[in-house]
């Protein structure tokens, strides 16, 4: 009898791994809301920019504006704690320089979609501009 070797263990998912399947969560979660994708991980050039990780567009023609966060655990304020005030300046920046691109700027929002052990929370309108 030959003797089976035991599969070697599994690599730990990377943050860059675990972060892209939290986005396709969330995109699959808000497309099932009504939402529509517009574009994926918009990033302003040249460092010290910011990045959006989904534009998408509402029903109504809003353009929404949306930091996907995952948290294993949720301690420390779990994931909505963890977009700060620097957070959303970069965010801002991000949709500022996005608008700029078009002709006439819709209504807009600024959505975090939370992806926690309990589940996906979207939370709409997480905060604003100003």
């Known amino acids: ?20 399947a939290a ?8 497309q099932h809301r009504g939402l529509r994708l517009v574009t994926r991980n918009y990033r302003t050039p040249g460092r010290g920019g910011g990045e959006i990780d989904l534009v998408m567009r509402a029903e109504d023609g809003t353009l929404v504006f949306i930091e996907v966060r995952r948290r294993a655990y949720s301690s420390h304020g779990g994931a909505a704690a963890s977009v700060g005030a620097a957070k959303q300046q970069r965010i801002v920046y991000a949709a500022r320089h996005y608008l700029l691109r078009l002709g006439s700027p819709p209504p807009c929002r600024f959505d975090v979609v939370l992806v926690e052990p309990q589940g996906v929370q979207w939370i709409q309108a997480a905060f604003d501009a100003g």
């Open 1 to 20: 009898m030959g003797f089976l070797s035991p599969r070697p263990p599994a690599k730990p998912a990377t943050t860059k791994a675990l972060g892209d």
């Open 23 to 30: 986005e396709r969560l969330a995109l699959d979660y808000l």
